[in-house]
Structures are given as structure tokens and as C-alpha cells.
């Protein structure tokens, strides 16, 4: 069953619009699904403690300031995190806060390190050049086309 049509701005209550302020600018862009969702989070919202509200109200800030591009990889990103096997997720936590931890130098080195950092298993350790002759077909690698030797002065005909 398909969710009803999320109304446009003009069409939410006064509350709605108060709570959802912060996506005024782009609500009628968005997505029908998109709409649903932070329809549902509306109703919510008075039963959330303050500083749920808090919370819910800098994602609204901060999702309608990023680039659609930027706000994609963030869903991306987050997709991501999400199927990390929970016994994982506290040591991602921990890399996470030693990277904040760097000085804002540290951290620029060590993006241009992973930048310039071969991917994985290309490295020189491992990586080798593939031989030429892998590159053509084995049925051909034996097989020599006999050069064809033209005379240009044939006076046979």
C-alpha cells in the first residue's frame, strides 16, 4: 500500500510548519518519502524530551544545509554504518574519536596519505605488472600470422 501524498508546505498545520521551520526552503522539493518521514517525526515531536528535540532540530538545521550531493553521501555513509556487526561498532567509535583527537595538521596529512596511498592490493609490495603475453587470447599466443610479402614491381600479368 503507497503512503498518502505528504501536503505541501502551504498544506501543514501551524505546528507542523513551526516544528519543521528548518526545512521550509525545501520541502516542496522533496520526495514524497522524505516528506512522510519527518511528517512522522512531527507527531513525535512534543513527546520527545528536550533534548531529543534538540537533536531532531540540528538534523533538520544541518540536512538543510548540506549540497543534495552531501546529504546523499551522508545517507550513504550512514547505510554503511549501519550493517557494521554490532561487536564492531565500539572500536569504529574508538578510531573515530583518535581521529578527532588530531590537530587539524595531523589530519590533513593523513587524508593526503590515504589520497596518495595505493588501494588495496595494489600496493608495490604486491602488485606486479601482468605480462603482455597474458593479454592475448590463449588460442592466439602460439598461432603467428605469416608476414605477406608484396613486390611492388610484379611485371607478371
Known amino acids: 500500500m503507497a503512503a498518502p501524498n505528504a501536503p505541501r508546505w502551504s498544506g501543514l498545520s501551524r505546528e507542523q510548519q513551526q516544528i519543521l521551520e528548518p526545512l521550509r526552503s525545501e520541502w516542496n522539493a522533496m520526495a514524497q518519502t522524505r516528506r512522510q518521514k519527518w511528517l512522522g517525526i512531527a ?9 531529543e528535540q534538540a537533536r531532531v532540530t540540528a538534523r533538520m538545521q544541518a540536512g538543510g544545509e548540506l549540497a543534495p550531493e552531501l546529504r546523499r553521501n551522508a545517507r550513504d555513509q550512514s547505510k554503511r554504518l549501519q550493517k557494521v ?41 604486491t602488485y606486479k605488472p601482468i605480462p603482455a603475453e597474458w593479454l592475448t587470447p590463449p588460442y592466439l599466443r602460439q598461432q603467428r600470422v605469416p608476414k605477406l610479402s608484396v613486390s611492388h614491381n610484379d611485371n607478371s600479368r
Open 43 to 51: 507527531e513525535r515531536y512534543p513527546d520527545l524530551s528536550v533534548a
Open 85 to 125: 556487526p554490532p561487536d564492531q561498532r565500539p572500536a569504529l567509535g574508538e578510531r573515530w574519536k583518535t581521529y578527532e583527537s588530531l590537530s587539524d595538521e595531523e589530519k590533513l596529512r593523513l587524508r593526503a596519505r590515504l589520497r596518495t596511498q595505493p588501494k588495496i592490493g595494489l600496493n608495490s609490495d
